[in-house]
C-alpha cells in the first residue's frame, strides 16, 4: 500500500514545526527570568576612575562576612518604612508631608551601611556617587552626602542581608538570611522617627524632597513621588563612580513591585511556571513527532 503524504504545501506543516521552538524559547526565556528574581548572597563592590571605566579598586564580600566584620545596622525587632505613590490629583498632596498613606513595610531587616561598603575600596569624596544595581540592571544613585552624612529623617543607606519579622501586609519579604530572606538582599533607609506622627520609622515621599538633590527624586510612572522606588532588592553590585556617574539613570524597575501584590501572588515560587511551560513544550513535541 503506497503511504499517503500531506503535500508540502499545506500550511498546517510549517506552523505545527515552529511550535516546538517557539515553546523552548519560551522555556529559556522562563529560566532567564528565575535566574533574575532570586535572592542575593553576594556584593561584588567597585570603584572606578573619573572615566567611568579604570577600576581603581574592588572586592567581593557575602553576607556573612558583612556581619562578622562591619557594624551591624537594625535589631532584627524594629520594622522599616518606605512610602509608595499618593494618588492625589493636587500636586502638594502628593508629596504627603504628614506621612498618612501607602506606606511600605520592608520587614524588621538588619544589614551594612553602604558608606561601609565604600570604605572597603576606598570610599568616596564630595562629587562622588555610589550605584546600588541588581542582576536585573535595575539601579539608583546616590551622592555624597547622602551616604556620608545623612539627615536624621533619612538615616542610613542599608544593604539589608537579615529580616527577623514578616511584614504584616503587603509584599512579603521571607524571614531569616538569604534565600529565606527571599527580598534580600535589599536597599532599605533606616530613617528615624522624628517627622513621623506616629513614631514610625518612614522614609516619606516628603523627606525626599528635603534630603535628595532635584535629580535623584524618584517619581512612580514620571509622576507621582514615591520613595518605594529606592528599595532595591536581589542587590549584587556596589560600584563607585568617581566624579559621579554619567549614564543613564534608573532603567526598567523590573526588581521593584510598587503596585499592590497580594500575599498569595508574592514570590512565587519559579518552578510551576518553569515546568509547566516545559510540559507545553514537550506536549507540542509530541504533536510534531505525530504529524
Known sequence: ?????????????????????????LLISAIAAVAYAAPTTTLH?????????TILNETTVDYRWLEANLPVLGDGTTHYYHQGPVFA????AQWDVNETANFKDRGAVKGTDIKDLSNLVGGMMPGDEVMVKAPDGYHVEFAYENVYDPQ???????????????????????VGYPPEYHAGMRLVFFADTSVN??????????????VMPPAAIHLFE????????????????????????NGTKGVLAKSLEEKAVTPATTQASPLPTAAGIGGIFFAYLILWRRS
Open 89 to 92: 490629583d493636587d500636586k502638594e
Open 152 to 174: 536624621p529623617r533619612q538615616g542610613p543607606i542599608v544593604i539589608c542581608w537579615y529580616n527577623g519579622e514578616e511584614t504584616a501586609e503587603g509584599e512579603r519579604q521571607g
Open 1 to 25: 500500500m503506497r503511504q499517503r503524504h500531506r503535500p508540502t504545501d499545506d500550511p498546517a506543516v510549517p506552523a505545527i514545526r515552529i511550535l516546538p521552538v517557539l515553546a523552548l524559547l
Open 222 to 245: 514620571d509622576l507621582y513621588p514615591s520613595t518605594s522606588g529606592y528599595t532595591v532588592k536581589w542587590v549584587d553590585d556596589i560600584r563607585v563612580y568617581t566624579g559621579g556617574y
Open 45 to 53: 563592590i567597585v570603584k572606578y576612575a573619573v572615566d567611568g571605566t
Open 197 to 210: 506622627p506616629e513614631g514610625r520609622h518612614v522614609f516619606g515621599n516628603n523627606d525626599m524632597r528635603e
